[in-house]
């Protein structure tokens, strides 16, 4: 129990815990949408709560229906085994989505050695390039503002500018 901190300004690298915080009496953690009739629950297992939101994210992004659960092991703290095998127990998915790192892979390796049997879980990476899964969001981001400004710039006369406005005129055309 406790809190997971992050440095904020940039450049800064800084992360730990408040004083007083446990990594062995629990994970952060939190569940979004419904479950599906035809999808099994989904489990992602994550090493920081920022990844966790970042992943939710670009999950959400996708527009991918159903329930997911994201859980941060808090760098390489302790595995969230209560998570792992309430997933299983569910017969939901569990994506081990750990950095691409060195650090990552000791962690996927523990969760093999911890569940050698368990073809339910399963690795997931960030896309190439990027260390974690905030750097992937990011990157998504980044990608989403290039693609608009070559957008804008290509002169396409059915998005041009409103007057000032930064409104676009494809309402136009659709009704």
Known sequence: MGASLRGTAPGSDFKGLALGSRRDEGHFSFTVGAPAAY???QYHIVES????????ALIQREGVRGEYTFVS?????????????????????????????KGGATLWE???????????????????GCKD?????????????????????????????????????????EH
């Not at 523990?110 to 190439?128: D, G, N, T, W």
Request: charged share 35%; hydrophobic share 30%; proline share 6%.
């Open 39 to 41: 999808m099994a629950p």
């Open 49 to 56: 709560p920022i990844d966790a939101l970042s992943r939710a």
């Open 73 to 101: 092991t808090d760098g390489h703290g302790d595995l969230p085994r209560r998570h792992i095998n309430e997933g299983l127990a569910a017969r939901g998915l569990v994506h081990c989505g750990f950095d691409n790192d």
């Open 110 to 128: 523990r969760v093999k050695e911890a569940y050698p049997r368990a073809e339910a879980i399963v690795r997931e990476q960030p896309a190439k």
């Open 133 to 173: 899964w905030n750097d992937a969001l990011r990157a998504s981001h980044e990608q989403d503002a290039m693609a608009r400004r070559e957008h804008d710039e290509g002169g396409n006369p059915d998005h041009t500018r409103g007057k000032g406005r930064g409104q676009t005129k494809e309402w136009e055309h």
